[in-house]
């Protein structure tokens, strides 16, 4: 999945000279490892609002970046971030003001069973956290997670990771599950589905030697291709993880903070109150600053049996940028224009299917949508191809996006929250342009 989008330096045919030696500059600084976007990369100097901005000065629509959540370089946020800088930086050992203030504000978002937080820098920090925090609370190692999940980089998380690609070897103690799909359930009950998948692998384990120790999703199941509903469909999920001795983390660093339009949190929608919450990416506004919550049993326990530092995870500028985003949710009202718009959009995207039959499925919540592409509606079949050529034929507009999905046949539109009904108009041309030109070169 993570290949449909990536560059190719032997394939590339339409770079300027300039932007090819900073590709070859790139490879012999940071080695092969890093990944760039598109068949043909973009060069970009600046970033505002839903814009980024190339080096010629050129305009691209944002329809990807749930890491600037409240909107690139947002003046709130960066005059936090500069005041703060300017005044102090410290790490958590010290008595300092901000984090308490941040950590009280944060878990008024939260259910009240939620009532402590721990700071990190980024998500896979998080995710790493809860995973220890869970092995310690239930005495348990094995974890369960979807088939194409996406958690993060640390050792522990990359091998719960497996939409990293084929190099990825799941330890002994993991098992995936199908991630609930409601477009290719064929009208069954997607929630007791999963909770099956889910009691057949603590079977599995528990078959094994191993005792599980927690239900590790990402709440609209991004990287399995955007699986927002029916709302519901995790509870029982959560009850056969609870019920075999394990603990339900949600990863809310990619539907966190009022994306999926309906509250702060993707869990919300499914009546659910996790054990542990962990967060990221827009936490920050792109300033790398994650965290999780949990019942305060668990942490009392962890806490009880392992000391934890982390130098820069809840320090002063952090928590000011922190306290800025949440400024600009709620004054800019964006969870509720994340509610208007996403709904404004996949209208759109519902209408453009009538005209185009490559549009198989239109899902999602809030400003987090999903757009299955196939061959074929009544097969299903994916349009993993022509997804990519779409991909890649709405960079060339500019217009930035990406894909997700087994089959990598599946859109991923996730843009800033503040982002309109004209900005969706904009991506909604683009996209039946590019749709229309495949159709005829097919």
């Known amino acids: 999945m993570t290949m449909i989008n990536s560059f190719d330096a032997a394939a590339a045919t339409d770079m300027s000279e300039r932007d090819r030696a900073l590709v070859e500059r790139r490879e012999r600084l940071l080695g092969p490892a890093y990944r760039l976007f598109y068949a043909n990369p973009v060069h970009l100097v600046r970033g505002e609002g839903v814009w980024l901005y190339d080096a010629d000065g050129s305009a691209y629509l944002d329809v990807y970046n749930n890491v600037a959540s409240v909107g690139h370089c947002h003046p709130h946020v960066v005059e936090a971030l500069s005041r703060q800088a300017a005044t102090l930086n410290t790490h958590t050992r010290y008595l300092t003001d901000g984090i308490l203030d941040y950590a009280e504000r944060l878990l008024g978002y939260f259910p009240a069973e939620l009532a402590h937080v721990m700071f990190t820098c980024t998500g896979s920090e998080a995710n790493d956290l809860a995973y220890r925090a869970a092995r310690t609370f239930t005495g348990g190692t094995g974890v369960i997670i979807t088939q194409l999940a996406y958690h993060g980089v640390t050792i522990a998380i990359s091998e719960m990771s497996p939409s990293l690609g084929d190099g990825i070897v799941l330890p002994p103690h993991v098992r995936t ?188 919540a809030g400003l987090f949508i999903g757009v299955e592409l196939v061959t074929d509606r009544k097969t299903r079949s994916p349009a993993t191809a022509a997804t990519a050529r779409l991909v890649n034929g709405l960079r060339e507009k500019r217009v930035l996006i990406s894909a997700a999905g087994l089959h990598a046949n599946v859109l991923k539109i996730r843009p800033p929250l503040v982002f309109s009904r004209g900005n969706a108009d904009h991506f909604l041309s683009a996209l039946d342009e590019v749709l229309s030109d495949i159709s005829a070169t097919s």
């Open 177 to 364: 599950v199908p991630a609930p799909n409601a477009y290719h359930a064929d009208g069954g009950d997607v929630g007791e589905a999963f909770a099956r998948h889910v009691r057949l692998a603590i079977a599995d384990m528990k078959a094994h030697g191993i005792k599980p120790a927690a239900l590790l999703v990402d709440t609209i199941f991004s990287s399995d291709g955007v699986l927002s509903g029916p709302a519901g469909f995790l509870a029982p999920a959560a009850a056969a993880i609870r019920e075999a001795g394990g603990l339900l983390i949600a990863d809310e660093v990619q539907p966190g903070f009022g994306r999926t339009g309906e509250g702060m949190w993707g869990f919300s929608r499914h009546g659910v109150v996790p054990d542990i919450v962990t967060m990221g990416k827009p936490m920050g506004n792109g300033h790398p600053m994650a965290g999780l919550v949990a019942r305060p049993e668990i942490l009392e326990t962890f806490g009880k049996r392992t000391r934890y530092f982390n130098t820069f995870g809840g320090n002063p500028v952090s928590c000011a940028v922190g306290m800025a985003v949440l400024d600009v949710i709620e004054q800019s009202h964006l969870i509720a224009n994340a509610g208007d718009v996403g709904s404004y959009l996949r209208d759109g995207l519902r209408g453009l299917a009538t005209r185009h039959e490559m549009i198989g499925d239109v899902r999602g």
